[in-house]
């Protein structure tokens, strides 16, 4: 089975402050594992994703995660949020020889001005 | 370069209807997956078409069916629709290279609402 979990279901930031999302995952494999950040009545637009090599990926829009896989997370962050940036982040997991996408719950990111 | 585009994009029914989604992938993709949000939730699979053929499916009874054309577009069918169906009801497109290595680029979505 595998499983991916956001703990954070709501986060505020204020504007220009560093973010970090968290995301732990749970399969018995190295997953291929994937950001995507949804505005309200939107549908999802892909941020960035990590199938093997370097730990680090950059993305659009400024994000960067790290795969750590001793902590199975792959957490994302920015390092100067802007107010667009408010939105619901979703980090997924596809497992090896699957075709579906599984998917946390979300955060919710707000800016403070 | 068109994305993902999905039709409607907003539709009401009755319990028991039965009701079509349309999805068109971005150009060059030749794989279409469909994914149920339900409000405050992640999305959940449905099922991925792949050369005209259901290749995987999610936990989700046969009400649900689809189907892909010659040209990649895709049709969801949800028959004797309930109220828990309610739902935003998205699709995504990938170019197959490899079960599991493509990346799934999604539409803006249809939001079903079962009344």
């Known amino acids: 089975a595998q499983s991916v979990t956001q703990p954070d279901i709501h986060i505020t930031v204020s504007e220009g402050a560093s973010l970090e999302l968290r995301c732990n995952y749970s399969?018995?494999?190295?997953?291929?594992l994937f950001w995507y950040v949804q505005s309200p009545g939107q549908g999802l637009q892909l941020l960035l994703k990590?199938?093997?090599?370097?730990?680090l990926v950059q993305g659009i829009k400024g994000f960067e995660a790290e795969f750590k896989r001793s902590q199975s997370s792959f957490n994302l962050r920015k390092p100067s949020v802007h107010w667009s940036d408010a939105a619901e982040y979703f980090c997924?997991?596809?497992?090896?020889?699957?075709?579906?996408?599984?998917f946390g719950s979300g955060t919710r990111l707000q800016v403070q001005p | 370069d068109a994305g993902v585009t999905q039709s409607p994009t907003h539709l009401i029914k009755t319990r028991g209807q039965q009701v079509t989604l349309r999805c068109s992938p971005k150009?060059?993709?030749?794989?279409v997956s469909w994914y149920q949000q339900a409000l405050g939730q992640g999305p959940q699979f449905i099922f991925q078409?792949?050369?005209?053929?259901?290749?995987q499916r999610g936990n989700f009874p046969d009400r649900f069916s689809g189907h892909q054309f010659p040209n990649y577009s895709s049709e969801l069918n949800v028959n004797a629709l309930l109220l828990g169906d309610s739902a935003l009801y998205l699709c995504?497109?990938?170019?197959?290279?490899?079960?599991?290595?493509?990346?799934?680029?999604f539409g803006p979505g249809t939001r079903l609402t079962v009344l």
């Open positions: 990590y199938f093997s090599g370097d730990t």
């Open positions: 997924a997991l596809k497992g090896t020889g699957r075709r579906a996408l599984t």
């Open positions: 078409y792949y050369e005209e053929e259901e290749r």
């Open positions: 150009s060059g993709h030749d794989t």
């Open positions: 399969y018995g494999a190295t997953p291929y």
């Open positions: 995504a497109s990938s170019l197959f290279v490899g079960i599991s290595t493509d990346t799934q680029y």
